[in-house]
């Protein structure tokens, strides 16, 4: 199994950015997609997961502001964020399970100034 984020960038605080992973090595359209973050000194956080069937989740802190979605197709999985503030900055993750096995992209990392 094989994820692969990009797309993070720096952005100025109210902004938008828009991240994806790239999966490989799984039947992709049968698995649950999440989007982890990690600030420095904190824990990793669960941001936004989305199911097989579409249904979506979100963390409290970005819920109203972040949209995760997939495309089945070209087996991606995205994470676009608006109104941005600058606690939102972290390594972002994507994850899935696999074989009872957690797998991680590399992570893509999103800085947010004010």
């Known amino acids: 199994v094989q994820l692969q984020a990009y797309g993070g960038g720096l952005v100025q605080a109210g902004g938008s950015l828009r991240i994806s992973c790239a999966a490989k090595?799984?039947?992709?359209?049968?698995?649950?997609m999440a989007w982890y973050r990690q600030a420095p000194g904190n824990q990793r956080e669960l941001v936004a997961t989305?199911?097989?069937?579409?249904?979506?989740d979100y963390a409290d802190s970005v819920k109203g502001r972040f949209t995760i979605s997939r495309d089945n197709v070209y087996r991606k999985v995205d994470l676009q964020m608006n109104s941005l503030k600058p606690e939102d900055s972290a390594v972002y993750y994507c994850?899935?399970?696999?074989?009872?096995?957690?797998?991680w992209g590399q992570g893509t990392l999103v800085t947010v100034s004010s």
């Open positions: 989305i199911a097989s069937d579409h249904t979506t």
């Open positions: 994850n899935t399970q696999h074989q009872g096995r957690n797998f």
């Open positions: 090595g799984i039947n992709f359209r049968i698995y649950r």
